[in-house]
């Protein structure tokens, strides 16, 4: 019998199924305080949550340490070839922008929609 074949998602897909449960609490959580009649708090609430998403994500990206780009000796003037540029692999910008964009869309829905 064979094994059971196991699905992993990356690492960006993770983030954005948990951007967009963060986004769809944040909608919730807008809504019920102007259902409640706290209008004027949903929209502090719903622009506190935009400023906080949007200098989470500034913050992470600003701190994510770029790909060192090794040294090489190539006469000045020259092209360097594709296959010598140095891998750029940085997950940390994207994975905050795929968590931080859907809370940004869910609070800025809300503001919109209730303010």
Known sequence: MPAPRRTTLSLPMIGAIFGALLGLTAF????ALWRTGNAHLGALAAEAMILAALAGVAAA???????RI?????????ALP???W????DPVPLVAAC???PIVVG???AFWLFH
């Open 99 to 101: 968590i931080g964009a």
């Open 86 to 89: 140095p891998p750029q692999h």
């Open 82 to 84: 594709h296959a010598w």
């Open 61 to 67: 990206i600003l701190s994510a340490e770029p790909a």
């Open 28 to 31: 919730a959580i807008v809504a």
């Open 107 to 109: 609070a800025g829905a």
């Open 70 to 78: 090794r040294r090489s000796r190539v006469p000045i003037g020259r």
